[in-house]
């Protein structure tokens, strides 16, 4: 769907994007303390909104192997270069629109995927994951709270299209109906910030 996120993103140098995005099963302790965190049963469903190549759920499942878990993202490219036993769980879809009824994931994530929208796409997608969800979500997003981290933030990933700070985030949120947990990750050189558990 979208051509930005394709080979030169995820596959080729870090001047294009990614440098090259191979499963390392690095997910699977953040999977562990999500499940603690959300109390979640092995057979609960995971939606990950902008999943691109599934090695989130793919760890999730290495924990819970029953759980019933979807991804989407808006690159074919990602989707298509997925884990085989992965694809059939994974699908392009814009998180704009997520192709799902009301109320139908246990947990929904979306990590450093929704800053890549325009603020009413941004908007719109939060809208939609309070839409699929139980209540129960995670949003991670790129953020800054000075020009110097605004500049470094836009120098890390220029194909980055919302530009807030913590603040208008919150905002966003609010305005979507939000309320869930979120965590920003600050361009600077400590590590990721954050915000709220």
Sequence with gaps: MDPTFGHLYFDATRDTGCGGLKYDGRWKPLCESI??????????????????????????????PEAKVRGVDVSAYAIEHAAEHMKPFLSVASA?????????????????????LTPEQALTAVKEI???????????????????????????????????TPEQWKDLFKRAGYTGDYYWTLVKPTSAQPAKT
């Design 35 to 64: 499940i603690k965190h959300y109390k979640l049963g092995p057979k609960d469903s995971v939606l990950d909104v902008g999943c691109a190549k599934g090695f989130f759920l793919q760890d999730y499942l290495l924990v819970h």
């Design 96 to 116: 704009e629109k997520l192709p799902f009824p009301d109320h139908s994931f246990d947990l929904v994530t979306a990590m450093n995927s929704i800053h890549f």
């Design 130 to 164: 309070v839409r699929v969800g139980k209540g129960k979500a995670f949003i991670q997003v790129d953020s800054f709270t000075s020009e110097v981290e605004r500049e470094r933030m836009f120098a890390w990933a220029p194909i980055i299209k919302t530009f807030h």
